[in-house]
């Protein structure tokens, strides 16, 4: 007793069994054909391009690395609160938090900060909610042409504080450029 399946995708298509004619069986049409395809694509647009010889135009609305950004007075922003994590689709975000000292004020903006912030390039989906979810406008997406290199170690993907923070030189030029407007 044969049992009939049933297609879900509707696309199913019977296979044959029948004879290959003497033609068929010489396969020149299905070579022929094969050729045809090819050469139809020597003559269309080439989706690639030679890279690193040259590079592809950035979409303006591109987002790239992501950047832990510092207020007006070099103070980095991060409070360690763990939204953007929570909020990580990837789970590619973790941190580790920090009493902040009497002494550490002009490093960190809040009481507590995040000793440890790192996020795992590997995972990273690119999707913005990290962003979104930051109530203390301390995590970007750059629009800079910053984009993640190729290595051929898995640990250099983890991106720690050291390739995160926003450095301070580009903090205070900021602040410098927003009092001179
Ligand atoms: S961009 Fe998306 S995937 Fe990447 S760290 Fe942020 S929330 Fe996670
Ligand atoms: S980047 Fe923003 S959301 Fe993430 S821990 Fe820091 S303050 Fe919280």
């Known amino acids: 007793m044969s049992i009939e399946t049933v297609s879900l995708s509707g696309r199913k298509t019977q296979v044959s069994n029948k004879k290959m004619t003497f033609l068929e069986s010489l396969y020149l049409v ?18 690639t391009i030679k890279y690193p010889e040259q590079k592809r135009e950035m979409s303006p609305v591109y987002r790239g690395q992501h950047m832990l950004m510092r207020d007006d007075e070099g103070r980095e922003r991060c409070t360690a609160c763990g939204l953007c994590a929570l909020s990580c689709p990837a789970e590619a975000i973790t941190m580790k938090a920090e009493e902040r000292k009497p002494e550490e004020k002009h490093l960190y903006r809040e009481e ?3 000793s440890i912030y790192e996020i795992n390039m590997l995972r990273c989906i690119f999707c913005g909610l990290c962003e979104e979810a930051c109530p203390k406008q301390a995590i970007y997406l750059t629009t800079s042409k910053k984009i993640v290199q190729a290595d051929y170690d898995r640990g250099e993907f983890i991106y720690g504080k050291d390739k995160l923070v926003m450095p301070l030189e580009q903090a205070l030029n900021n602040t410098k450029l927003k009092t001179a407007n």
């Open 30 to 47: 299905a070579i022929v054909k094969g050729l045809f395809i090819t050469i139809k694509h020597l003559f269309t647009r080439k989706v």
């Open 112 to 114: 507590k900060y995040a």
